[in-house]
């Protein structure tokens, strides 16, 4: 791939290491742990007639969704091409290559979500991509990170600076007047009933 981004963690993950990635995170199993993160992050929602996923790698999360909304019409937007490839084999699916500091959303869409993306972002450019977020979405933002209520980075299989912690939520509630918090959950790695990471689940509406 020719383009050049902005950050050395888009490098990362658009490259060989982000292939690793999509194929040590693949499996039935692993859409049944998203199917329960996601069931129980939205059950406050109602009926969403679309959502769009910043990050979506090879569609675990989509495939949650169309699971628990069949009738939803979803998006997805992924920097790696091995995982793009995978996405544009999920039947009406939008697919947009691309980095999330990117803008590719011209429409809103009901739900937007971020999941297990945000703690591979540049600290640098997380503000542009909040910005992107709060703009594709029309009513709920669920972000599902790693939590640490001050930011810290910390070693990714034996690489520095490709993984931080922070809270992502409360900088979104932050930097929007009009966004507010309306449900929260924690998912813990030794639930013996799903195949989950220890994952801090933030549900956030936009008001106006």
């Known amino acids: ?3 050049k981004y902005l950050s050395e963690q888009e490098q990362f993950w658009v490259g060989e290491f982000g292939t690793q990635y999509s194929n040590r995170n693949s499996g039935a199993e692993l859409i049944d742990g998203r199917v329960h993160l996601l069931s129980n992050a939205l059950k406050v929602v109602g009926k969403i ?3 769009i996923e910043f990050g979506a790698n090879i569609g675990l999360n989509i495939l949650a969704l169309k699971s628990i909304f069949p009738e939803i019409n979803l998006a997805a937007i992924e920097i790696n091409p091995e995982a793009v490839d995978q996405l544009l084999a999920i039947e009406k699916l ?3 290559q691309g980095s999330a500091l990117d803008q590719h959303v011209t429409s809103p869409y009901d739900l937007v979500l971020a999941v297990g993306v945000l703690i591979h972002i540049n600290p640098t450019y ?3 991509v909040y910005e992107n977020i709060y703009t594709a979405s029309r009513r709920y933002i669920l972000v599902a990170e790693y939590y640490s209520p001050n930011p810290i980075s910390i070693s990714y299989r034996g690489h520095e600076n490709k993984l931080f912690k922070s809270d ?5 509630l932050d930097k929007f007047s009009d966004l507010k918090l309306v449900d929260y959950g924690f998912c813990y790695r030794r639930d013996p009933n799903v195949a989950l990471d220890d994952i801090t689940w933030f549900l956030i509406e936009k008001t106006t």
């Open 168 to 172: 992502f939520a409360g900088d979104l």
């Open 49 to 51: 007639e679309s959502a």
């Open 1 to 3: 791939m020719n383009k």
């Open 94 to 96: 939008d697919v947009y």
């Open 126 to 128: 997380l503000p542009q």
